[in-house]
């Protein structure tokens, strides 16, 4: 027999790996700003026109390349950022993967202008769908223009997924932000359809957000700073009072590159709690340095998650500074913030001492409490069982069931540990109110809610978007790291979409697998599903397809999500238990303990409230 296995054609493979890092005109604006600041560019102009879809160009004043680097730079996995293995656990720049420009060259028309300072003569290289079309020298300035035009033109799918022109400029203009605020010293310029959007002049840290943001943002600004030995935090946190409804401008940045963590981004709200109403969010402007080796960018092929060595310290130390910083400015409301020695010079403010507080860090609430665990069916270790997860569980189980007011402020200790061996901290350890736990009354009401008591009160949990929730966070560690396990079909059954679902399913194919789906037969509209995830083997398919396909078009279209987490909520919705279904003492408890494990165990990831607290005192009222 012949051998059929070949390898595909480099522009084929070059597709499908743009399918991954470039989805919209925003992907290509972020790979080439990054790829200017790898290349120490003091200035960067950025010019889009028709929101990225006929023109996006970037000029910088950087390194440039030679003319052999400028062919080479289009190939795939070329990269000039590593040359070993060793290599990847000190990254210092943005891109590494080598991926970028040859995915982009792969699905437009590309023309590159690069010199390199030490030659007279800089070179040209025109590339369409993979292919050179010509390389000549030619008169340039130093540095890099790259213009990437007609983008998807030989992807007509891709190209029609593509939002208005409104909807594409917005990510670009995220994008830009997230580029143009870790990196004050760089000019940036962007210009669209020949109107200056931003114009921003190097300056500091502080003076970049108020020049992206408005000059609203100066009265606004608490600085942060925290050195430690794992990591050394600045930035900003937004004032309590200048918190908004809409989630506002929240920025992590770590060595330089914006990274969306949920997890963090609790840490933050965590701490602002108190001071911030219901309902509103604080703005931050956040920037951690940390060790190369101490954390892992390539989890993600666009490189915006990132996994920490100690995500449980960084909670820490972050919710701790965020603290400090807004107690400081709670008690002395008149220092200048205006002042920019905040950073550039030693810090005048006078030291806060975090409040001293011994807590048992090891402690687990659920541990001892063999009525919480190995329930049937439950899978929970898979996910409460990480160390950033315990530690959130005992947070918010604490905070809510034990009303403790210190344990809300365990975080601050972890500054302290230092001078601390571990045993000493050991020995203090947080007294557990076991009885408490056994006892716990649980009913169910209308098979609707749950009913409990805590300390301070009782309370009352809606049971289909607590269970949401919990999915929604199990779907999300899937689609990280930690594919879901999924049951083979005896009978493998046959799905069928309308031609634009069906692309769909071929655009999430990474994600569906992720999850636990089975499927083959892309490129056609009929799918055999070969296997269910495990929390659904014993749903239709057809019908659970389609209708988180469904949910997923209005989650991507009204609500600024981005791929994964817009499906992750549609399955999450799709797949929660509904009201009108009884549960066991043992199956409450269960979801109880799981909704504790979430990072947000208080609203869907849609916003809606899952728990309502009352007091003692209320009810006294309702008799008095
Ligand atoms: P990566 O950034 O992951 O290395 P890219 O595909 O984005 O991969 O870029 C490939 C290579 O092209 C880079 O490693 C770099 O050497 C070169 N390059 C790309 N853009 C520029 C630029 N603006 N200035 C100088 N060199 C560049
Ligand atoms: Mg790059």
């Known amino acids: 027999m012949a051998n059929i296995v070949q390898l595909l054609p480099d522009n084929i493979a070059n597709q499908i790996a743009a399918g991954e890092v470039i989805q919209r005109p925003a992907s290509v604006v972020k790979e080439l700003l990054e790829n200017a600041v790898d290349a120490d560019a003091t200035e960067i102009d950025l010019i889009v026109k028709d929101a990225g879809k006929t023109l996006i160009r970037v000029i910088d004043n950087g390194s440039g390349m030679s003319d052999e680097d400028a062919r080479m730079a289009l190939e795939r996995h070329a990269t000039s950022k590593i040359r070993s293995s060793d290599d990847l656990f000190s990254i210092k720049t ?70 208005s022109d409104q909807v594409e400029l917005r990510h670009i203009i995220d994008e830009f932000e997230r580029v143009a605020l870790p990196n004050p010293h760089i000019k940036f310029t962007f210009h669209h359809n020949d109107n200056e959007l931003f114009h921003l002049d190097p300056g500091s840290f502080r003076q970049r957000v108020v020049a992206v943001f408005g000059k609203k943002f100066r009265e606004r600004l608490v600085p942060v700073e925290q050195k430690t030995n794992i990591l050394d935090l600045r930035g900003f946190v937004g004032k309590p009072e200048s918190a908004r409804k809409t989630r506002g401008e929240q920025f992590f940045f770590v060595n330089g590159r914006f990274i969306k963590s949920h997890y963090l981004h609790h840490a933050i709200s965590e701490a602002m709690e108190e001071l911030i109403p219901k309902g509103y969010h604080p703005s931050y402007f956040i920037e951690l340095q ?22 449980r310290a960084i909670y820490a130390i972050v919710s701790s500074s965020v603290r400090q910083a807004i107690g400081q400015y709670n008690i002395t409301p008149t220092i200048d913030f205006e002042q920019e020695t905040s950073f550039d010079g030693p810090s005048s403010n006078k030291p806060v001492t975090p409040p001293q507080i011994k807590v048992d860090t090891s402690y687990n609430p659920f541990e001892e409490n063999k009525q919480f665990g190995g329930k049937p069916g439950s899978d929970r270790k898979k996910f409460s069982g990480s160390e950033a997860s315990k530690a959130m569980q005992r947070e918010n189980y604490e905070k809510l069931f034990r009303a403790n007011p210190e344990m809300a402020k365990w975080t601050a200790q972890h500054l302290d540990q230092e001078d601390e061996t571990p045993e000493e901290t050991q020995q203090q350890s947080f007294e557990v109110e076991e009885k408490e736990q056994h006892k716990m009354p649980c009913i169910q009401l209308h098979k609707k809610y749950i009913l409990s008591t805590i300390k301070s009160g009782a309370v009352l949990i809606h049971q289909s978007r607590a269970h949401e929730r919990i999915l929604f966070e199990r779907f999300t560690e899937f689609l990280a790291n930690n594919p879901a396990s999924s049951q083979q079909s005896l009978f493998p059954q046959q799905v069928q979409f309308s031609a634009q679902d069906a692309t769909l399913v071929e655009e999430l194919s990474d994600e569906l697998k992720m999850l636990g789906f089975e499927l083959s037969g892309f490129g056609k509209t009929t799918f055999v599903v070969q296997g269910m995830p495990d929390y659904a083997v014993n749903q239709d398919p057809q019908e659970l397809l389609e209708t988180v396909l469904e949910n997923y ?21 799709r797949t929660a238990i509904i009201g009108g279904k009884e549960l066991s003492r043992d199956e409450m408890l269960v979801l109880i303990e799981e909704l504790f494990a979430c990072s947000n165990p208080y609203t869907t990831p849609g916003g809606r409230p899952i728990i309502h607290t009352f007091t003692i005192k209320e009810f006294d009222k309702l008799f008095n």
Request: hydrophobic share 35%; no cysteine.
């Open 94 to 163: 943005m891109g590494f993967r080598g991926e970028a420009l040859a995915s982009i060259a792969s699905i437009s028309h590309v023309e590159i202008k690069t010199k390199e300072r030490s030659n007279d003569l800089g070179s040209q290289v025109l590339v369409e769908g993979s292919e050179v079309k010509k390389q000549e020298p030619t008169q340039t300035k130093n540095g890099t223009s790259i213009a990437v035009k007609n983008l998807f033109y030989n992807v007509p799918a891709r190209r029609k997924f593509l939002k």
């Open 290 to 311: 940390v060790e190369p080796d101490f954390i892992d960018v390539n989890i993600h092929p666009t490189k915006t998650e990132i996994k920490f060595e100690d995500e």
């Open 553 to 573: 078009k209005n989650n991507l279209q009204e609500l600024k999500l981005d791929k994964q987490e817009a499906f992750a909520r549609s399955l999450a919705q």
